[in-house]
């Protein structure tokens, strides 16, 4: 059993306000994983001033982007030599399957080198072109955009954190990280490998805590920038704060995307992409392809192969080698996407596989059966809303217009994607989808390039130059 009884706060392990130490229990058996420290509004009071201080009277925004850019190395080398470590204590906190951790742990690293060759490339200080004659010198300066607190959810932890904290990191800007209960082991140990990496004091500073603790700290007016991960309704009270106090505000939200499969698409390419576009993370992902729009002449053999999709996924422990899917991170998470399911068989949807009932041998942890919906309508709430699950619906179309309609017809533009032969058509359609995000047959994205929600998915962009853009104030100096 791992136990945090300290806050790492400003670059030290503090004592907690609270001095009883909060349980992190599996999801999958209910096991007691480990106990942590939980933050309260003294111990966010103590960060902000410690993050203050090294902003406003520091070193940190002070030293070379280069210098900077030298400690971010350090950190990425040193989180790459416990990736495993950290994909197993994420799996045990999260339920996450071990797959799924696995790769995410060893993806960041390149996640922090785009980053890295964003921090490299950016004119950190330039003169304009003169246009004019009676214009003396101009320069143009991005600066730090000061204290950020980044707040995350429990899905991704690591990823969520690290998206926020690298770019406001080499940008000059300090750091108050607040992270669910649920992950409260896993980002408590991300002290460790900032202190050894040589971050300075004051810099960063990690708050597990409960959502009361998370707004006073968005509310704190020693923050200067909000960096939010979370869902859509939680978005909007952070941006109703941040707009009365004129704070920067940036925020990640909801999903419901989706794949439309034209009649010219390779179904069995489709099935495979999906498995894990809609499927990873237990199907707690925003980004998830869960609305599949599928051309009415391929609709019944698009539904059969989904339909052999789900059924082959195995669900159970997710540090079994086999297993594809875990359990949900918290009972009433389990019963949330249990209750959407309940809701679509109301509906009048049709349920090809799965149902509200909890796998056969896993009544001990939060599963739910992977689940499938036919003969669908984009108005259902299946279809309208983010079940944060392992279901899909599966929604017919007679054409590409009416597809781009029913894409479209959301609350939500986070992602979505194309399944076809011709990549004229694909783009064209593309084009047309209000999202941020779009892959074409499944295409992998970089993450060089911005990633963020059009409508109730969010306000900015993270990932790469523009992800790094999101902490930086531009500042114009005439000579």
Same mark, same amino acid.
């Given at each position: ?13 503090? =004592? ?20 942590? +420290? ?37 950190? #990425? ?39 890295? *060759?964003?921090? +490299? ?22 600066? @730090?955009? %000061? ?8 899905? !991704?932890?690591?990823?969520? !954190? ?9 940008? /000059? ?41 998370? =707004?006073?700290?968005?509310?704190? @007016? /020693? ?6 991960? %979370?869902?859509?309704?939680? %978005? ?11 704070? *920067? ?12 499969? #034209? ?9 495979? %992409? ?16 869960? #609305?599949?729009?599928?051309? *009415?002449? *391929? ?36 019963? &949330? ?23 056969? /041998? ?60 011709? =990549?004229?058509?694909? $783009? ?5 989808? &209000? ?6 047959? /499944? ?24 992800? $790094? ?11």
């Amino acid at each position: 059993m791992i136990t945090y009884e300290h806050l790492y706060i400003g670059g030290h392990w503090v =004592e907690p306000t609270k001095k009883e130490l909060l349980e992190v229990r599996s999801p999958h058996d209910r096991s007691l994983v480990g106990m942590a +420290a939980e933050a309260t509004p003294p111990d966010v009071d103590l960060a902000v001033a410690a993050a203050r201080e090294a902003f406003d009277e520091g070193p940190w925004p002070l030293l070379t982007p280069a210098e900077r850019q030298e400690i971010i190395i350090r950190f #990425r080398d040193l989180y790459a030599e416990r990736a495993e470590e950290i994909a197993d204590l994420t799996t045990a906190e999260n339920g996450s399957a071990r797959w799924f951790t696995g790769w995410t742990a060893s993806a960041l690293s390149q996640q922090t080198d785009a980053f890295l *060759r964003a921090a +490299a490339a950016m004119k950190w200080e330039e003169e304009m072109p003169r246009t004019d004659e009676a214009t003396g010198r101009v320069l143009v300066r991005r600066e @730090p955009v %000061g204290v950020v607190a980044a707040v995350i959810p429990w899905n !991704a932890p690591h990823q969520s !954190a690290l998206v926020k904290m690298v770019p406001a990191l080499l940008a /000059g800007c300090t750091v108050v990280l607040k992270s669910s209960p649920e992950n409260a082991l896993v980002t408590l140990l991300l002290g460790e490998i900032f202190t050894k990496a040589g971050v300075p004091k004051g810099v960063v500073s990690i708050l597990p805590a409960d959502r009361e603790t998370s =707004e006073y700290l968005v509310s704190h @007016p /020693g923050i200067d920038k909000i960096a939010f991960t %979370g869902s859509t309704r939680a %978005g909007q009270t952070i941006a109703s704060i941040a707009g009365r106090q004129l704070k *920067r505000v940036s925020l990640e939200l909801g999903g419901k995307s989706a794949a439309i499969v #034209r009649e010219d698409a390779d179904l069995d390419a489709l099935v495979e %992409g999906l498995k894990f576009l809609s499927f990873a993370n237990n199907g707690e992902a925003c980004v998830a392809h869960t #609305r599949i729009l599928v051309h *009415r002449s *391929r609709y019944d053999e698009a539904v059969a192969k989904l339909k052999d999709l789900l059924e082959s996924l195995t669900v159970g422990d997710p540090f079994a080698a086999d297993t594809f899917i875990g359990p949900m991170v918290r009972a009433d998470q389990q019963e &949330r996407v249990r209750s959407y399911i309940e809701t679509g068989i109301r509906e009048g949807a049709r349920l090809v596989t799965g149902g509200p009932e909890v796998p056969e /041998g896993l009544e001990g942890g939060h599963y739910v059966k992977p689940t499938l919906f036919a003969d669908v309508d984009n108005s259902m709430r299946i279809a309208q809303e983010e079940i944060f699950g392992p279901v899909l619906v599966v929604i017919p179309f007679d054409d590409d217009d009416q597809a781009v309609r029913i894409a479209n017809d959301s609350p939500f533009g986070l992602g979505g994607g194309v399944w076809t032969a011709d =990549e004229t058509r694909a $783009l064209e359609i593309a084009r047309r989808i &209000r999202t941020g995000t779009f892959s074409v047959n /499944g295409a992998p994205f970089s993450l060089d390039a911005p990633f963020g929600g059009f409508k109730n998915s969010g306000i900015g962009r993270e990932f790469g130059m523009v992800g $790094l853009t999101q902490y930086i104030e531009y500042k114009t100096i005439a000579v």
